[in-house]
T-cell receptor, first 116, second 111 residues
Framework: GAVVSQHPSRVICKSGTSVKIECRSL??????MFWYRQFPKQSLMLMAT?????????EQGVEKDKFLINHASLTLSTLTVTSAHPEDSSFYIC????????????FGPGTRLLVL | GENVEQHPSTLSVQEGDSAVIKCTYS??????FPWYKQELGKGPQLIID?????GEKKDQRIAVTLNKTAKHFSLHITETQPEDSAVYFC??????????FGTGTSLTVIP
């Protein structure tokens, strides 16, 4: 199956700093990628849809100036949490549709963000 | 929009027994239903999926059934093993569009 990677796997930062999370499709191209946020013992909440070459589409209630998304190439999407605060601490997961079988989403391993 | 409900939220079974997780969805246009397994601190992994033109699909110890009329689908795990312990999520989507996830089921297989 398709492989999606994320970097870093975990990050600790001070309040007020910005953090960039990378999502890469390793063996396939992805014109679309999805970013999710997951709180402990809860389901995945879709934050935004990342579109290669165009602006991301944000879900209702998600601040686009807070969570900057850049889909710079067919294999890389980045999520930048700007001016992070403790309430931004969470598990961030990206996914991408597989090639050939466009219905299936392949998820990255996730990034654990802790804002102190 | 689509609303996916999942039950139970927690499930404990003895090793070797079967486990069943059920989901319902609201949008009759949904036509793709994947199941994901998520281990602690990791991303979800696809374990099985089913499309709306199929009523049942099986892959070794895992099976999924779909009842389009009733808008519900279920995951069946037979001969459970301790390594099956994880959180399982169902999802529903219309082909090519976003996934709507259930709330998850924490499965514990007791050795």
């Amino acid at each position: 199956g398709a492989v999606v990677s994320q970097h870093p796997s975990r990050v600790i930062c001070k309040s007020g700093t910005s953090v960039k999370i990378e999502c890469r499709s390793l063996d396939f191209q992805a014109t679309t990628m999805f970013w999710y946020r997951q709180f402990p013992k809860q389901s995945l909440m879709l934050m935004a849809t990342s579109n290669e070459g165009s602006k991301a589409t944000y879900e209702q209630g998600v601040e686009k100036d807070k969570f900057l998304i850049n889909h710079a190439s067919l294999t890389l999407s980045t999520l930048t949490v700007t001016s992070a605060h403790p309430e931004d601490s969470s598990f961030y997961i990206c996914s991408a549709p597989g090639t050939g079988d466009r219905e299936t989403q392949y998820f990255g391993p996730g990034t654990r963000l802790l804002v102190l | 929009g689509e609303n996916v409900e999942q039950h139970p939220s927690t499930l404990s079974v003895q090793e070797g027994d079967s486990a069943v997780i059920k989901c319902t969805y609201s949008d009759s246009a949904s036509n793709y239903f994947p199941w994901y397994k998520q281990e602690l601190g990791k991303g979800p992994q696809l374990i099985i999926d089913i499309r709306s033109n199929v009523g049942e699909k099986k892959d070794q110890r895992i099976a999924v059934t779909l009842n389009k009329t009733a808008k519900h689908f279920s995951l069946h795990i037979t001969e459970t093993q301790p390594e099956d312990s994880a959180v399982y999520f169902c999802a529903a989507s219309i082909t090519g569009n976003q996934f709507y996830f259930g709330t998850g089921t924490s499965l514990t297989v007791i050795p």
